[in-house]
Every structure is written in structure tokens, then in C-alpha cells.
T-cell receptor, first 112, second 114 residues
Framework: GENVEQHPSTLSVQEGDSAVIKCTYS??????FPWYKQELGKRPQLIID?????GEKKDQRIAVTLNKTAKHFSLHITETQPEDSAVYFC???????????FGTGTSLTVIP | SAVISQKPSRDICQRGTSLTIQCQVD?????MFWYRQQPGQSLTLIAT?????????ESGFVIDKFPISRPNLTFSTLTVSNMSPEDSSIYLC???????????FGPGTRLTVL
């Protein structure tokens, strides 16, 4: 089955700096890559996703890039703010009938 | 996205008892899932709740321990049976529409077993 690895496990950045979280996957059939943000005590929330026919997607301060050849995808957060502090999970799926495989999570702390 | 609610939001239970968690969605959804999340850990899929048929369980999870019902396209239940302290966790239901493949989560049920 699919194996998703996520790095780093913890990340601290100064407010206003950028944060980058990276994930790798093993199954070349995976074609959908969502990112979730989970604040303490809250549910995971979908913040951005990318499909395999696209190399990059951006939504305001967040962007995701995908390299299918290398089987890795990354989340980029620019101009970080304290409210960006949360745990971020990447995931990979090989299609609408297939389960999501989640990474181990990255705890991001934005220092004011 | 669909609005997903869960009941109860939290519970403290005694060893050996069972708890049924309810998941209600405000619109019909193709796929429903049940996850477990241990403190500080990632999301582990327990099973896929299939409407009108038996749930599909992941490795390490069995129907006798985690019976699941899905009587229609908007509702599912997960029962945690014969609980032990190791079952203390957050249980989340999740929905996905097959067309878009986007998956959303309920607020979770925080279970503590004494």
C-alpha cells in the first residue's frame, strides 16, 4: 500500500517568515494530495489540495507544489501569522474509491 | 462542504462497557469513514461505513470490537465495545463525495476509558 512520509515533525518560524512542509509518497498511482490543518482540540480542516494533473496551486498565502517524478509534494505558507500555528497533515489518495493515507503531521509554531 | 456533527462530543466510560458514537451529515454523502486519533498522532482509518452493507475494516480493527452501522446516506454509528484504557482516543467520522474526492471531518468524540 501507499506510504506517506512527512517532514519536519516540528517547525518554528518567526512571524512573517515562510514555512515549508514536505511529504513524499510511494504509490505512483496516487493522484490526489490534500493538506489539512488541525488546531488544538479541533477537527482537521482541508486547507488546500492538488491533483496530479497540476504542478502548483496557490490560495492567498498558502501554496502546494507537486513533483510526480520525484513523488513529493510540499506546502508553502508565506508571511506566517500566529494563527497559522497548528498541526498540518498531508495525505495521498489513488482515486475517489481509495482511502487517504496520512502523513505523521507537522507541528508548526509561529513566534510573534 | 457538508456539515458533519457527532454525538457525544466527549465521554468518560468504565472499562468493559460500550459506547456508541453517532455521526450525522446535513446532506447525502457517498462515502463515510471512521478514524481514530491518539493524542499527538496522525489519523488512523478504522473502517469505511458502507450504506446498506457491512463496513470494510482496516488491518488491526475488527467488527466485534468496532461494529458500525450506516442505515442511510446521512447517518452512521460507531460502537466501541468492551472498552479498555487503550481505547482512549479521539474518534472522528469523515465524509467524502466520490466526484470531487474532497474529504471532511466531524468534530470528533473524545473518549476516556477508566
Amino acid at each position: 500500500g501507499e506510504n506517506v512520509e512527512q517532514h519536519p515533525s516540528t517547525l518554528s518560524v518567526q512571524e512573517g517568515d515562510s514555512a515549508v512542509i514536505k511529504c513524499t509518497y510511494s504509490d505512483s498511482a496516487s493522484n490526489y494530495f490534500p493538506w489539512y490543518k488541525q488546531e488544538l482540540g479541533k477537527r482537521p480542516q482541508l486547507i488546500i489540495d492538488i491533483r496530479s494533473n497540476v504542478g502548483e496551486k496557490k490560495d492567498q498565502r498558502i501554496a502546494v507544489t507537486l513533483n510526480k517524478t520525484a513523488k513529493h509534494f510540499s506546502l508553502h505558507i508565506t508571511e506566517t501569522q500566529p494563527e497559522d500555528s497548528a498541526v498540518y497533515f498531508c495525505a495521498a489518495s489513488a482515486g475517489s474509491s481509495n482511502q487517504f493515507y496520512f502523513g505523521t503531521g507537522t507541528s508548526l509554531t509561529v513566534i510573534p | 462542504s457538508a456539515v458533519i456533527s457527532q454525538k457525544p462530543s466527549r465521554d468518560i466510560c468504565q472499562r468493559g462497557t460500550s459506547l456508541t458514537i453517532q455521526c450525522q451529515v446535513d446532506s447525502q454523502v457517498t462515502m463515510m469513514f471512521w478514524y481514530r486519533q491518539q493524542p499527538g498522532q496522525s489519523l488512523t482509518l478504522i473502517a469505511t461505513a458502507n450504506q446498506g452493507s457491512e463496513a470494510t475494516y482496516e488491518s488491526g480493527f475488527v467488527i466485534d470490537k468496532f461494529p458500525i452501522s450506516r442505515p442511510n446516506l446521512t447517518f452512521s454509528t460507531l460502537t466501541v465495545s468492551n472498552m479498555s484504557p487503550e481505547d482512549s482516543s479521539i474518534y472522528l467520522c469523515s465524509t467524502r463525495q466520490r466526484v470531487h474526492n474532497e474529504q471532511f471531518f466531524g468534530p470528533g468524540t473524545r473518549l476516556t476509558v477508566l
